[in-house]
């Protein structure tokens, strides 16, 4: 959160300008003093440097994006997030795009993201065309899109 502090920091500090109370306690929290990013930012480049070594030969890893099913915009918890998933993505600095999957029993779409090493989006893309060439999840439509 430290990123996003960076750059929306001072909007969000600011309590004049409109924003979702949830969303401003998330930046505000990234207000981390250098030790304690330089200390992340550290320990990603040892999660990335095991993550390459544990991919070893493997074309790609397929994950959920998220480690629920979706849920009603009404019924979200802005104090929390769904990112679990997609987070240790971006912190190692791999890529991973997200294709649909489905739909829940709810009518929702699901997905999952196929994480590809650093730099290596146009295979990881070349990856979720043959799933959306090899099924119709893509084509779902949510009941209440129709």
């Not at 004049?16 to 990013?37: E, F, H, K, N, Q």
């Not at 030969?57 to 994950?63: G, H, I, K, S």
């Not at 997030?81 to 240790?88: G, H, S």
């Amino acid at each position: 959160m430290a990123e996003a502090y960076a750059l929306y920091g001072t909007f969000a500090e600011d309590s004049g300008p409109p924003m979702d109370p949830g969303v401003r306690r998330r930046i505000l929290s990234g207000a981390v003093d250098a030790r304690t990013y330089i200390a992340a930012r550290w320990r990603a480049e040892a999660d990335a440097r095991e993550m390459l070594q544990a991919f070893g030969t493997v074309d790609a890893l397929l994950v959920p994006t998220a480690r629920t099913l979706p849920i009603p915009l009404a019924k979200v918890d802005e104090a929390t997030t769904p990112a679990v998933l997609t987070r240790f993505v971006n912190q190692i600095d791999f890529c991973a795009p997200a294709i649909p999957n489905g739909l829940s029993a709810m009518g929702l779409p699901i997905s999952l993201q196929i994480v590809r090493r650093p730099f290596d989006e146009a295979q990881a893309l070349r990856i979720g065309l043959a799933f959306e060439a090899a099924t119709a999840f893509h084509r779902a439509t949510p009941p209440m899109a129709a």
